[in-house]
């Protein structure tokens, strides 16, 4: 073989032998899969027109907000805006009142039993005004039993809330001083009273008593008067209450 052919013939075979390790050592490009976004589950149909009827006392009524900006108003907003239903409201409630105040309001008022939907937020005056708590154990489950009435007769419509507490408050600590934690420990007494009874007839009861045990570290979740839940605090509540709302109405 001639010397230039030789030469030619390793410069060959040199040129596949860096070729091939080339290949070998070469890394693939990792290609990331394309992002997919799963489409909204659009929310269950609900009835095109809501009749909505909201009990309570002065945490229903929204003392010290304005009207828009208490809790059931709030609800019906979002509920017009969620499912472009058309939402009637009526609010039975007034500052002070006990559950034998609104059982008595409840008796006074011809009302129809076709709500949809019925809230219930009772029992601080009982508290605050130092009622024996055997009269709430008489008349919450009197009351509950009136608004499941009111609600075409179905419990399913019918979502209990339950009571603040106050305690947490610039006015209730300057009310209580050192008592806040008795005020608390009555508060938690009912409360627990109301979901028992609610979870032993398996009626929808949703808790925003912690979100008002935020009211010291927060204050913008307490009122211009320095004791009742701000508009903020009440979105709060309706943002806890919707799933419960959603279940009543949808079903």
């Known amino acids: 073989?001639?010397?230039?052919f030789k030469q030619i013939v390793t410069i060959i075979f040199s040129i596949f032998l860096?070729?091939?390790?080339?290949e070998e050592n070469s890394t693939p490009t990792a290609t990331n899969p394309p992002v997919v976004t799963p489409p909204k589950t659009p929310e269950p149909p609900i009835?095109?027109?809501v009749n909505y009827l909201a009990l309570g006392d002065s945490y229903t009524i929204g003392q010290s907000v304005c009207a828009t900006c208490r809790f059931p108003e709030q609800l019906k907003t979002s509920l017009a805006t969620m499912y472009s239903s058309t939402v009637s409201l009526k609010i039975i409630a007034t500052t002070g009142w006990t559950t034998s105040d609104l059982i008595s309001a409840i008796n006074s008022q011809n009302l129809d039993s076709n709500y949809d939907l019925v809230t219930l937020?009772?029992?601080?005056?009982?508290?605050y005004q130092h009622k024996n708590f055997s009269v709430y154990e008489k008349e919450f489950p009197e009351l509950v039993?009136?608004?499941i009435m009111l609600a075409?007769?179905?419990?399913k419509n019918v979502v209990v809330i339950s009571i603040p507490d106050y305690s947490y408050t610039p006015y209730g600590q300057a009310l209580v001083g050192n008592q806040s934690n008795k005020i608390s420990a009555e508060i938690t007494q009912y409360n627990n009273f109301a979901e028992n009874y609610c979870n032993t007839n398996q009626i929808a009861f949703v808790s925003i008593t912690e979100i008002t045990r935020e009211g010291l570290n927060k204050p913008d979740l307490v009122a211009s008067d320095g004791l009742h839940p701000s508009e903020a605090a009440y979105k709060m509540f309706v943002d806890k209450i919707m799933p419960k709302i959603k279940i009543a109405l949808q079903d």
């Open 18 to 22: 860096l070729s091939c390790n080339a």
């Open 145 to 147: 039993n009136k608004a």
């Open 47 to 49: 009835a095109s027109k």
């Open 1 to 4: 073989m001639k010397p230039h």
């Open 121 to 127: 937020l009772i029992g601080v005056n009982n508290q």
């Open 152 to 155: 075409k007769g179905d419990k």
